[in-house]
């Protein structure tokens, strides 16, 4: 079966300073994993998506996540944390031959300070 | 710019009422997925269609819920009669459904108050 996890529910950082939101994943096939991320009272939106073609992947706002196969991990990062970065994220991997259905992480809920 | 849309965005009612909610999912687009998220359970998936055929449902209760694609741009989600337990926020997203690879868009969510 496969999974996620998510390794923190809370992260704070300070304005401009890295971001490091951690996830591991369980899976017996090379899977497709995504980052999703939701802003307060709205939807979910993708980030980025690994689908195996590199292994580092760049996604939108200056977001990237390294899959790493021997770690079982897809950390997702940012170098310089912005206000607006403050929301929910969750990782997400979605089963081969599943019709794209996707299994979420219990998310992280990130917070900035200024 | 290809949206998911929901109505109503937001419903309070009282328990025993029934609810419905829409979903149009983008144009061309033929996987459907509900998503129910709660403070305590977080994201959880419902049910979800392909090409309007319901693929799984099992995570819905089957007593009260109902979920059906009467055509390619319309998925409702029904509940009758409501309960205050089903107060959360309701998602729903679309996809190509060709492979794995391929992400789901999400709709704006309907938040259901059962009072």
């Known amino acids: 079966a496969q999974s996620v996890t998510q390794l923190d529910s809370h992260v704070s950082v300070s304005e401009g300073t890295p971001v490091l939101l951690r996830c591991n994943y369980s899976s017996s096939y090379s899977p497709s994993l995504f980052w999703y991320v939701q802003h307060p009272n709205k939807g979910l939106q993708l980030l980025l998506k690994?689908?195996?073609?590199?292994?580092l992947v760049k996604g939108i706002n200056g977001f990237e996540a390294e899959f790493k196969k021997s770690e079982t991990s897809f950390h997702l990062t940012k170098p310089s944390a912005h206000m607006s970065d403050a929301a929910e994220y969750f990782c997400?991997?979605?089963?081969?031959?599943?019709?794209?259905?996707?299994?979420f992480g219990a998310g992280t809920r990130l917070a900035v300070h200024p | 710019d290809a949206r998911v849309t929901q109505t109503p965005r937001h419903k309070v009612t009282e328990m025993g009422q029934e609810v419905t909610m829409r979903c149009q999912p983008i144009?061309?687009?033929?996987?459907v997925f509900w998503y129910r998220q709660t403070m305590m359970q977080g994201l959880e998936l419902l049910a979800y269609?392909?090409?309007?055929?319901?693929?799984?449902d099992s995570g819905m209760p089957k007593d009260r819920f109902s979920a059906e694609m009467p055509d390619a741009t319309l998925a409702t989600l029904k509940i009758q009669p409501s309960e205050p337990r089903d107060s959360a926020v309701y998602f729903c997203?679309?996809?190509?459904?060709?492979?794995?690879?391929?992400?789901?868009?999400f709709g704006p969510g309907t938040r259901l108050t059962v009072l």
């Open positions: 997400v991997v979605s089963p081969s031959g599943g019709y794209n259905k996707l299994i």
């Open positions: 144009l061309g687009h033929n996987t």
């Open positions: 269609f392909r090409n309007r055929a319901p693929l799984d």
């Open positions: 997203a679309s996809g190509t459904g060709q492979s794995s690879y391929n992400e789901q868009f």
């Open positions: 690994y689908t195996s073609a590199a292994t």
